[in-house]
């Protein structure tokens, strides 16, 4: 039998696939902006002007592995309006993105948005049983009764 974490991964992976291009799309966002210092000084500059009070900043997910597509989303959500002022101030964000699916659209950040809640339920689930031999049937169990 497989354990619980891996049937949670495998339930999540598929559902990930319905949301491949707005995931794509905000991926190259990410990965543009923490490609060089310069980027990342324009899009800090970006999050003074829209006035975004974060301590954080955002971080690229492996794509193999759903937890940090999770990761993702929810710090990238917090700087919407930095991507968007970031596509005013920067040409090159633009043409950058459209050699793979384009800018974020607003479409894109609403699908994340919604969601973003399913996956932290998954998360959160994945990260009280992950490091333990459970199985499925046992946390199926042990969570009923």
Known sequence: MRCCAHILSLIVRDGLKDMND?????RSAVRYVRSSPGRL???KDCIEFENIESKSLVCLDVETRWNSTYMMLEAALKFQTAFSSLAFRDHKFDQELSKVKGLPTSDDWEYARNFLPFLKLFYDTTLKVSGKKILFVEYLYLSIF
Do not use: E, G, N, T
């Open 22 to 26: 707005s995931i794509v799309r905000i």
């Open 41 to 43: 000084r324009r899009f």
